[in-house]
């Protein structure tokens, strides 16, 4: 049996057949080879990237870009907007600024007043 595949093999379609073998395993180790270095490239940049941002979720790598990138101490990242009083307060004083008396004065003058945008949709 073994005889017969080496006497087809001297045929002119099994040359191209051989040809077109070789051609592809060729190409096929270029694209493996590519693929390994992107995979080296990829590794190295989640490295980078969690060595500036930290290791965890995306939502934290954002925060990190966030923080990295901010030109000023007074972050907003690190403190919460209080729409009432229309100012920033610190995270971990934020419960306390909700129970203060002047916000709770402002949040009672808020309720007394119309809402603005609810009138003109009845109009």
């Known amino acids: 049996m073994s005889e017969k595949k080496t006497e087809s093999l001297g045929r ?3 040359d191209k057949s051989l ?3 070789i051609k592809l395993t060729t190409q096929l ?11 080296k490239l990829l590794v190295e940049a989640r490295e980078y990237i969690e ?3 930290g290791v965890g979720s995306k939502l934290t790598a954002k925060r990190g870009l966030k923080r990295s990138h901010s030109h000023s101490s007074t972050s907003p990242t690190k403190k919460k907007y209080c729409f009432f ?9 934020y419960n306390a600024h909700l129970e203060s008396d002047k916000h709770i004065e402002l949040v009672k003058l808020n309720k007394l007043t119309p809402p603005t945008s ?6």
Request: aromatic share 2%.
């Open 12 to 14: 002119p379609e099994d």
């Open 19 to 21: 040809d077109l073998v």
């Open 29 to 39: 180790a270029k694209n493996l080879k590519e693929a390994e270095e992107t995979n």
């Open 51 to 53: 060595s500036v941002c």
């Open 85 to 93: 009083c229309n100012i920033y307060v610190m995270n971990e004083d």
């Open 118 to 123: 609810s009138s003109k949709m009845d109009n």
